[in-house]
């Protein structure tokens, strides 16, 4: 959060982080807001350029409208700059406006868990005219890429469940909801 910080993304104080992401290829979350002279999303086409290796997540891709379209052209010519769908406001389309302008793999699922429900994120996202599979890269799997995680693989037919220990048998007239009989 530079605006927290009270200080700009592109500062000087912040030029080793940015070149140790550079040098290990790590990716780097941080918080834009349009219009915001120190984590406006501009501001990442510069530092992407600079710093090439490193994997800039745009976190809320610039929250407003006018930061949305921002971090959307900042993302078209920088190819380490990634599109976050982490925010409160988001209109129908956006997830579609994202992947048509820097494709399915640099667009990631996030939430602000706790602070706001995400039960309609999760809706825009599962609702959007978009292929399976790219809601599978935008929910999780550009997100186990980006961090370097490997990608769970179905396990082959699992062996049917055997317990140890067999259940007694219940009697005939047994119901769950029925009260204990006196002794």
Not at 26 to 50: A, K, N, Q, Y
Not at 55 to 84: C, F, K, M, Q, W
Not at 111 to 124: A, E, H, L
Request: charged share 20%.
């Amino acid at each position: 959060h530079p605006t927290t910080h009270d200080y700009a993304a592109n500062g000087p104080d912040y030029r080793p982080m940015w070149a140790f992401a550079h040098e290990n290829r790590l990716p780097v979350l941080v918080h834009t807001w349009g219009g915001d002279p120190l984590c406006g999303p501009m501001l990442f086409s510069d530092i992407g350029r600079e710093f090439p290796g490193a994997r800039i997540i745009l976190g809320h891709s610039g929250a407003s409208v006018s930061g949305i379209r921002e971090s959307i052209a900042a993302a078209t010519v920088r190819p380490n700059l990634i599109l976050d769908l982490t925010k409160s406001f988001m209109h129908q389309g956006l997830a579609e406006e994202m992947v048509a302008a820097v494709g399915p793999d640099r667009v990631i699922f996030g939430t602000d868990i706790p602070f706001i429900d995400c039960r309609s994120q999760v809706g825009y996202v599962a609702s959007a005219r978009l292929s399976e599979d790219d809601k599978r890269r935008i929910f999780g799997l550009n997100a186990l890429d980006l961090f370097g995680l490997s990608t769970p693989q179905p396990s082959p037919d699992p062996a049917p469940c055997s317990r140890s220990h067999p259940l007694p048998d219940r009697p005939a007239n047994f119901s769950p909801h029925a009260s204990p009989s006196p002794p």
